[in-house]
C-alpha cells in the first residue's frame, strides 16, 4: 500500500524556519516529479515547488528566495526548506509524488505562522 508521511509542520514566529520532509513508500514504480501545494480553509489548493527527478525546481513566486526544494532518489523522499517565514504561509503542506502512473497526495502538514 503506498504510503507518503510527512512532518515537520508546526508553530513558528514570523522570519523564523521549518524544515518539512515527506518520505513515500510502496510506490512500486519509478517517480518523477515530487513537490509541495498549500491550501488555506475556503481556498484552492496552490502549487508551492516541485522538483524533477533530475534535480530541476519550479516555485511558485510567492516563495522564490526563501523556499528551497530537494530530494533524495535514493530515500524516495522530498524536503521543502522553508525561510524567512511570514504569516501569509501559514497554510496545509500538502507533498505530492507523481509516478508514471498516478499522482500520490500525502496527508498535510499544519504549518502556523504567528507574527
Known amino acids: 500500500q503506498v504510503q507518503l508521511v510527512e512532518s515537520g509542520g508546526g508553530l513558528v514566529q514570523a522570519g523564523g524556519s521549518l524544515r518539512l520532509s515527506c518520505a513515500a513508500s510502496?510506490?512500486?514504480?519509478?517517480?518523477?516529479?515530487m513537490g509541495w501545494y498549500r491550501q488555506a480553509p475556503g481556498k484552492q489548493r496552490d502549487l508551492v515547488a516541485d522538483?524533477?527527478?533530475?534535480?530541476?525546481?519550479n516555485y511558485a513566486d510567492s516563495v522564490k528566495g526563501r523556499f528551497t526544494n530537494s530530494r533524495d532518489n535514493d530515500k524516495n523522499t522530498v524536503y521543502l526548506q522553508i525561510n524567512s517565514l511570514k504569516p501569509d504561509d501559514t497554510d496545509v503542506y500538502y507533498c505530492?509524488?507523481?509516478?508514471?502512473?498516478?499522482?500520490?497526495w500525502g496527508q498535510g502538514t499544519q504549518v502556523t505562522v504567528s507574527s
Open positions: 505530492v509524488v507523481d509516478s508514471v502512473l498516478k499522482r500520490y
Open positions: 522538483i524533477t527527478r533530475g534535480g530541476s525546481t
Open positions: 510502496e510506490i512500486g514504480f519509478k517517480i518523477n516529479a
